[in-house]
């Protein structure tokens, strides 16, 4: 490849920081002194992807082995991919500028249903085959994880491999054996064979998809009796002993989370019964404040971040938090190194610790309420209450903030017109709020943002079973929504109920789906996530000449007994577990915190003694 040409290019783009490199804390290697070439990849652009933990874990952890070199690539800007097909650069990797598929193995992380076409992209334009059946062995291995692999079977003709669970130790056994196969010279199919036999490993050629008449999954089967009939997910279980990077690469360019971000704890014992994390994640791990202190005095050192981020499912919940943020603060505030909290539950949000997190500079404040009224709140095992929520807002008030963000949802199981109206009628409420705890006229407004995303759902959860409202419902409720959020103070933002769609479907889909994907990609889909490139027409037209109903997928209920095209895969949740909490959600009945004491969602977990 012209290096020198990309150059130029890079110069031409609209941001060509985001295909540069050389930042701060780029891993440099010689590539003639390593074995496996690994490319990190993305499926969205660089600033979205630098952003993402997953990626700074995985690529350090990677670089620390002798043998391997991961590179980090990401999917270009329509500008930079025109000039790249006008002059036929190969799609490359950050560190070294070279085309990708001229390396051994490229992981993408799968985050997000509607980056999926990004992938195909991705490929095409790194010169690489879109599926594995048109591969050989002069190809990288393309491999996935993350949250979205959990249901890889849409996905499943263009991937040779893909991790179910946490990576940390599972990618150490896959690289080990890779490094060996490469040695003793094993061909592409059989290196996959060997790897089934590492937990958590799936391999899609090797299982094959029976469908009945109306369409609906009848199994999902090995090919071969050699591989493993249910996959189970891998699981870290000491988060203190498991890797995590004590530097981080710094960009050169605003990204969209630019800070340090420290992982607290992973899982969430509160059993929401819409969140697939809640449940795919279990159990809940804590790191100690002494390594989550230790991990912060080096990050802070080796990358001169002046804001840090305690990330987790819901950090609020974190059993020592008090406690940790009142020793960072000490640590960092002649550094004058901030802290923020996202992902606050109402009912953990403790008043004391605004203050302490205030102490240098504020940051907004971020709660998820998820529906207006109690009785939805008890239909998803909230949790919460309206006195929580008044509660938090009035604490967060009176420590100073002027700016709060609430998340809700619409098409909820079992909602009805006046949980929507409840939205409304809560923003008023702590509007008043505001003006009710301020002790002086004058000084800045408040600044309530509500945003309501369109309830998807998704394998493993409780809700695996409902139909997703349909887009005119999604639709009436938005406009309902716009019409009792006409507050003074208040801002309203929405979704796309096209995308929610497309959401529903590929988070629900069975292989079948792959050729729709396909269809949609060369009809011009890509970053569908974006609402400026969002075809949704096209997709419909993919829809339509492969004969397959997108409703079907997302707008169907199933019913209890219905194989799904994830069955074969094993969460450690049950999916009786799952079943008794929908039908407790039928009945707005709440479930406890299992932390109060165990719900019996996990046998499997407690054999291997992963839970408490």
């Not at 390396?103 to 095409?124: A, C, V």
């Not at 085959?129 to 263009?158: K, S, V």
């Not at 998820?370 to 949790?383: F, M, P, T, W, Y």
């Not at 008030?397 to 006046?418: D, V």
Request: net charge negative.
């Amino acid at each position: 490849m012209d290096k020198q040409l990309l150059d130029r290019l890079m110069g031409q783009a609209e941001k060509p920081v985001r295909y540069m490199g050389n930042e701060l804390n780029m891993v440099i290697k010689n590539i003639d002194s390593v074995d496996i070439r690994f490319a990190f990849a993305f499926p969205d652009i660089y600033e979205i992807g630098m952003s993402h933990l997953g990626m700074k874990i995985m690529y350090h952890l990677i670089n620390e082995r002798e043998d391997s070199y991961c590179e980090r690539v990401f999917a270009p800007w329509t500008d930079m991919e025109e000039l790249m097909r006008q002059y036929d650069i190969p799609l490359f990797a950050l560190e070294t500028k070279d085309p990708i598929k001229d390396f051994d193995i490229i992981g993408f992380t799968l985050q997000y249903e509607m980056s999926y076409t990004n992938i195909l992209n991705m490929l095409d334009l790194g010169q690489i085959p879109l599926t594995w059946a048109q591969r050989n062995e002069d190809h990288p291995l393309i491999i996935g994880g993350g949250p979205c692999a959990y249901n890889i079977e849409p996905m499943a003709d263009f991937f040779d491999l893909v991790v179910m669970g946490e990576g940390e130790e599972v990618i150490h056994e896959l690289l080990d054996l890779y490094s060996e196969g490469k040695k003793q010279g094993l061909k592409r199919t059989e290196f996959l064979y060997k790897a089934t036999d590492i937990k958590g490993i799936y391999v899609p050629r090797f299982y094959e998809a029976r469908y009945a008449d109306d369409g609906r999954v009848l199994e999902v089967l090995p090919v071969d009796k050699g591989v493993p009939p249910v996959i189970s997910k891998r699981v870290v279980k000491n988060l203190d002993k498991v890797f995590y990077p004590e530097t981080m690469i710094v960009p050169y360019m605003d990204i969209v989370h630019d800070r340090i971000m420290l992982e607290i704890f992973r899982g969430c014992t509160k059993g929401c019964r819409f969140c697939q994390a809640g449940m795919i994640y279990r159990p809940v791990r804590e790191k100690s404040p002494q390594r989550l202190l230790e991990l912060a005095e080096k990050l802070v050192e080796n990358t001169g971040y002046e804001e840090i981020s305690l990330s987790s499912l819901s950090t609020g919940d974190y059993s020592q938090l008090e406690e940790l943020v009142k020793e960072l603060m000490i640590r960092f505030k002649e550094k004058r190194v901030a802290l923020s909290l996202p992902s606050l539950r109402l009912d953990s949000f403790v008043k004391d610790l605004t203050h302490e997190v205030q102490g240098v500079r504020k940051t907004g404040l971020t709660f998820a309420p998820e529906a207006g009224s109690q009785r939805l709140r008890d239909v998803i095992n909230k949790g919460i209450t309206e006195g929580d929520l008044i509660r938090s807002a009035e604490d967060a008030f009176k420590s100073g903030w002027t700016r709060l963000k609430f998340y809700f949802m619409i098409g909820l199981p079992e909602e009805r017109e006046e949980d929507l109206k409840e939205i409304g009628t809560l923003a008023r409420k702590i509007k008043d709020c505001y003006f009710d705890t301020r002790k002086t006229k004058g000084g800045p407004m408040p600044r309530i943002s509500i945003s309501t995303s369109s309830f998807v759902p998704k394998p493993f959860t409780p809700f695996q079973w409902v139909a997703q409202s349909s887009m005119e419902e999604l639709a009436d409720k938005q406009k309902l929504l716009q019409d009792v959020l006409r507050i003074r103070h208040v801002t309203y933002t929405w979704n796309d109920p096209g995308a929610s769609l497309l959401e529903a479907v590929f988070a629900r889909g069975d292989r079948r789906l792959g050729k729709v994907l396909i269809r949609a990609w060369q009809s011009g889909c890509i970053f569908d996530g974006w609402a400026e490139h969002f075809k949704f027409d096209a997709w419909m037209a993919a829809f339509e000449k492969e004969g397959l109903d997108p409703h079907f997928y997302a707008n169907r209920v199933r019913d209890k007994d219905e194989i799904f095209p994830w069955d074969h895969i094993d969460v450690k949740v049950t999916k009786k577990y799952l079943w008794a909490e929908y039908q407790k959600a039928v009945r707005a009945e709440l479930t406890q915190d299992c932390r109060l004491g165990c719900t019996g969602c996990s046998p499997g977990l407690l054999g291997e003694g992963l839970c408490p």
